[in-house]
Every structure is written in structure tokens, then in C-alpha cells.
């Protein structure tokens, strides 16, 4: 009996190892249809909300991937999908500071492979797998190619997600012409895109926004110098 169960057990583990290795694969062709979370919120929503439209990368302004790299994650480039000394900082501040907001290190990776794959919650069964398809993705996927699902599947306010979805909903335009302070904006409310709004920012918003882009100053003044 034992040793059926050991079988039945490999068999589910083989099985999940080969549809998560083709779907990583496939995702890195193809546009995302719909995420778990996607139809998460809808479900819980009592207008069953989804407002999301999958553009390519080249049709979306270069503002918002500098933006949230200077918003979320500003290793991005040269990491491998873990921001070990990020990591090592949140650990030290959540020890101190125990009971209260429990402060995250999710890179780009981890927050793309979590929203594509994975489900909301704080397992540890979940973090796991959520490190394990984030290790694929970045085996696997280019760089621009994480960039392009994560600006397509991320939630940017109650049932809009993606950038095409989020121009249109908070600036009634396309992602294309996104300027510098519209990009900021919408990688300011990444946190919790159901409290804050883009395009109605709060006075702690505005602040965040007005810090993310010197941070895009200092990119472009770096790419400027890598010329």
C-alpha cells in the first residue's frame, strides 16, 4: 500500500514538473489569456470586473518599465531573479518590528511568476513555488520577456490589470503614450492598487510618485553614461 502511494506520489510530482516546465515555456511565446488572480478578484467582485487587454512591450511607453524598476525593484537588470541583500534588510526589519506590517523583497521575477502561476496568500508551500517558477521564468524567459507579461498581468487599480487596461482606466489613453509622471504614478500604487489610485493620488502617493521619478532621472543618467 505504502509503496503504491510512493508511485501514485512520483507520478503527480513527474506530472507537475513537465506541465509547469511546457506552460513556462509556452508563456514565453504566447500572450498571458488570464492569471489566477485575474479570476480571483473577479470572483469576488459583484460586478465580476476584468478589464485587461495584452499588448507587446513595444507597444507600451519605455516610462513605465524604468518606473517600476525604480519603484520595485531597481536590480532587476543584473539580479537572477533574487535580491539576496533586499531579502536579508526585510528579514532584519520584520525581526524588529514583529507584529506590525510584515515588509516584503519580491523582485519583478518573483511578483511576475507569482501572479501568473500562483494564487494570493502567505504559505509556505506558496513562497515555494513561488521561488521555483520564479527560477524558471528566469531560466528560461529574457529579461524583456518578464518585463513585458509583468506590465501585461500586474493589477493596477479594482479589476484593471495590465498597462494597456490601466492607461485607458486612469488617463484615457493608450500605454504607448504614457508620459514620465503618468508612468510614475502608476508604479507609485503597486502595492495595493485596490487602496490607492493613479489618478487620484493621495498626498502619500504623490510623495512616492515624485521619488520614483528621480529615481528615472538617475536611470537615464546611467544609460546616458553607458553610451
Do not use: C
Not at 521564468?137 to 518578464?146: A, D, F, N, P
Not at 500586474?154 to 494597456?164: K, L, M
Request: hydrophobic share 45%; net charge positive.
Amino acid at each position: 500500500m505504502i509503496r503504491k502511494i510512493g508511485k501514485i506520489l512520483l507520478r503527480a510530482l513527474a506530472a507537475f514538473f513537465i506541465l509547469s516546465i511546457l506552460s513556462t515555456l509556452l508563456f514565453r511565446f504566447i500572450p498571458v489569456p488570464v492569471t489566477p488572480l485575474m479570476l480571483i478578484r473577479a470572483m469576488e467582485r459583484e460586478d465580476g470586473r476584468m478589464d485587461y487587454e495584452w499588448v507587446p512591450i513595444e507597444a507600451i511607453s519605455k516610462q513605465l518599465p524604468k518606473a517600476v524598476i525604480a519603484a520595485e525593484d531597481q536590480k532587476f537588470e543584473s539580479h537572477n531573479g533574487f535580491d539576496l541583500e533586499a531579502i536579508e534588510k526585510a528579514m532584519r526589519y520584520n525581526e524588529k518590528h514583529k507584529g506590525k506590517r510584515v515588509k516584503g523583497a519580491s523582485t519583478i521575477s518573483q511578483q511576475t511568476a507569482k501572479n501568473l502561476f500562483l494564487w494570493p496568500g502567505r504559505s509556505w508551500i506558496r513562497k515555494g513555488l513561488e521561488v521555483y517558477f520564479t527560477f524558471l521564468i528566469e531560466l528560461l524567459w529574457s529579461k524583456e520577456r518578464i518585463m513585458e507579461v509583468y506590465l501585461n498581468i500586474i493589477e493596477f487599480g479594482p479589476g484593471v490589470y495590465g498597462a494597456e487596461a490601466a492607461a485607458h482606466y486612469h488617463f484615457d489613453k493608450t500605454a504607448q503614450k504614457l508620459n514620465k509622471r503618468e508612468a510614475a504614478s502608476l508604479a507609485a500604487v503597486l502595492p495595493n492598487p485596490i487602496r490607492w489610485s493613479a489618478s487620484k493620488p493621495t498626498s502619500y502617493i504623490q510623495r512616492k510618485r515624485n521619488r520614483i521619478m528621480i529615481f528615472m532621472d538617475r536611470i537615464d543618467r546611467q544609460e546616458k553614461n553607458a553610451e
